[in-house]
Structure formats: C-alpha cells, structure tokens
C-alpha cells in the first residue's frame, strides 16, 4: 500500500509560480513511475506531467511544456511539479499519481496507476 499526499497548493497570480510536492509512504518508491494530473471544475481530469522510476525520462502535456517542470527525490519519497509562468487556465486541483514498474509514458496515458493522492488546489487569478 503507497499513501499519496500533496501539498504547496494556493493562490498565485498570473506569471507567477508554485511548487508542489508529493510525499509518498510505504516502501519501493523507486519502482514506481509518478505523474502529476489536474482536473478543473466540469473537466475530466488530465496529464500533465511524468517521470520515470528512477527520473532519467519525463513527458508533459503540450499545454504545461516549457513552464512546468517535474523531479523526484528517491531518498526521500517525494516528487515534485516546479509550476512557472502561471496563466488562469492552470487553475485546478492538482492530483500526484503512482504507477508500479510503468514507463512514465505509461503514466502519461493514464495507463497502470495503482494510487492516487487527495488533491491539492492550484488558483491562478488574472
């Protein structure tokens, strides 16, 4: 069992930037490939971001490419989305991911996660 737990959530406005982390528990974090999703209110939820197990290979969604950026610390269970250049439009609840023994383009595919975090919102006002 892997607990999923976001933070660094809040209200920015726009151009400016977060950071948030995903703190996992459990064991073997390094066998699973970890992404990040969002879902903004009468969307479904959507890719934006993957790393692979060990954070030699990432993929990000064409609308986030270039101003979001994400890493992972193995030593310390947690991954984490650098968010820069906010715009309005990133304004959602952001929900890291974990998928067991996955490429991270797996993840990007929604395809093979076994856990999700609760969410943690992101607001970008105008």
């Known amino acids: 069992q892997v607990q999923l737990v976001e933070s660094g959530g809040g209200l920015v406005q726009a151009g400016g930037s977060l950071r ?15 992404g990040w999703f969002r879902q903004a209110p009468g969307k479904e939820r959507e890719f934006v971001a993957a790393i692979s ?6 993929h ?3 609308t986030v ?11 310390k269970n947690t991954v984490y989305l650098q968010m820069n250049s906010l715009k309005p439009e990133d304004t959602a609840v952001y929900y890291c991911a974990a ?5 991270a383009r797996s993840v990007s595919l929604m395809k093979g996660i076994n856990y999700w975090g609760q969410g943690t919102q992101v607001t970008v006002s105008s």
Do not use: E, H, P, W
């Open 20 to 34: 948030l982390s995903c703190a996992a528990s459990g064991r073997a974090f390094s066998n699973y490939a970890m």
């Open 99 to 103: 998928a067991f023994d996955v490429t």
């Open 60 to 62: 990000y969604a064409a």
């Open 53 to 58: 197990l060990k954070g030699g290979t990432s």
């Open 65 to 75: 490419q270039g101003r979001f950026t994400i890493s992972r610390d193995n030593a």
